[in-house]
DNA sequence: CACTATTTGTCCGTATGTATG
DNA sequence: TCATACATACGGACAAATAGT
């Protein structure tokens, strides 16, 4: 009548301590308290402590030198892709040159009704539906699912679809975009994100939905993205302008998209533009 | 010799139904098939599936009427909190009037390496740490850890933090602040952030970094927070700026933040906005 | 007003994974 | 490493609620 057991300890140990090291909250290089002290602090047996500690290691997050310690080997691979929003366009050419596209699905379908709602499609209309995972030196870094009207979307090529970033197919189209209201949140990876960007289900996304418009106010694209955290973030700088009245801020164009294998710390503005 | 059980199906049965309420590709107000075929379409035991539903119920996200079925209520609770980026202060200022604040923790510590970094501290300058809860009609929203250098953190009380938003206190005491610089990532609920937000460990919540900075560039704020993403979520408006040549967006200022509680679907720009 | 088919709700026994000491 | 306690998942059986005939 004692062992209340309370499952997932392994995984939440596990999910803390990764959070720790990902935050900087234990300075890389250093060396973590004994798996007793470590199961005293998290409430949990040493085997549970050791559970996670070896998931960690297998992650390349910690080392484990048998007699000696554990030691972090840093936040390592957290390395975001710089999201530029003040220049998108621009951000998204350089992401199609620097990224490649595995096309997962492509075909015209009846979307779900909130996305019929927001292209402004009647109910039964079908639209182009596109479902695309882009990766860097082969990892996998964002799970794409676009709909386009069906009659914007007969205006290119399944093969151009899987190179080319949609926004220049739509303006080669004749398209005028000119506007785009966009959502950021965060979800849980389900099965075909999980599988497509090769995480585990229940792993943490970030989730971008877009819509584009073209210059009368028409939709043209519904766009929902998922992003690995691990592998994209979006940042932004901003700036205040004007007087103390106004307290506005605004963005400003930071630096140009940069893959810092390294280290995610704020490096001092390098201010490297690429565009007019 | 034949149940090889594969633990954690009811979760993961529970994110993929989750997930298709959430993209509407369930349409809000429909009946789900019944037990025994949602069992068989997800290979899954009829007691798992129940479980699963059982979450959902409790979730506000569908309804269980015996004997009839269950039906989705909809993505419904999605309702995020809008955020301006480009007028960031004025949007602060009125999260503060229209939200309560509950503070956690405050005290003055040394900080981790990598904030004291950030923070431009020498190895053992103390910062002024603030952990602060905020809530919109009891409902929690986010969970704010701030750091401030110790100079600047001596300047005002903490009753003044428990009210007022850290922004106007550090302008109150004569820091001129000038930029920031965020970034937007996703993680998972750790022990301390889910019972402050009100959430199993391992939810998915929004995460958000940011340093300001004053005039001079000296580093005055460190922020980093956590937001629930059925209750907020970042909202901005592009537009297309200048010719072909430059081909550059900018964000516009959308309307203010406004907290529909009923739907999220794109609504026809009202342009509401409050500053000059 | 029954009668029936369908659906959710409850319970059991069993096999296996998870956490503990 | 091992024995123990608990949790998860399974298949099956039966009860209760509902809607239609």
């Known amino acids: 009548m004692e062992g209340a057991v309370e499952p997932f300890k392994a995984r939440r140990t596990y999910l803390v301590l990764r959070d720790r090291i990902a935050n900087g ?10 798996e007793p002290d470590l199961a005293a602090e998290h409430s949990v047996s040493r085997v549970t402590i050791r559970r996670a500690l ?9 080392e484990r030198r048998p007699g000696v310690g554990t030691f972090v080997l840093g936040p390592g691979l957290i390395a975001p892709t710089v999201v530029d929003f003040s220049d998108v366009f621009t951000h998204l050419k350089e ?13 015209y379908v009846v979307p779900p009704a909130a996305i019929a709602e927001a292209l402004g499609l009647a109910p039964g209309d079908r639209s182009q539906r596109a479902v695309r995972v882009r990766q860097m030196a082969g990892a996998p870094f964002s799970y794409l699912t676009t709909h386009v009207p069906e009659r914007v979307g007969l205006t290119y090529s399944e093969a151009e679809m899987a190179t080319l970033p949609l926004l220049s197919l739509l303006e080669r189209s004749g398209v005028k975009v000119a506007r785009a209201r ?38 043209v694209e519904h766009l929902h993205a998922l992003y690995r955290p691990d592998r994209f973030a979006f940042e932004m700088q901003l700036q205040r302008t004007g007087a103390d009245g106004a307290r506005r801020w605004s963005p400003l164009p930071p630096q140009a998209a940069a893959h810092t294998e390294e280290n995610a710390a704020p490096r001092k503005a390098k201010n490297r533009k690429a565009s007019t």
Chains 1, 2 share one sequence.
């Open 54 to 62: 070896d998931q960690l290691a297998q992650e390349g997050l910690v």
């Open 182 to 219: 966009q959502s950021i949140g965060a979800t849980l990876a389900g099965p075909e994100a999980a599988q497509a960007l090769q995480l585990e289900i229940g792993a943490p996304l970030l989730s971008l939905t877009r819509l584009v418009e073209d210059e009368e106010g028409r939709p």
């Open 95 to 107: 992401m199609g040159r620097r990224t490649e596209v595995r096309l997962l699905a492509f075909g």
């Open 25 to 34: 909250a234990i300075a890389a290089g250093s060396r973590l308290p004994g």
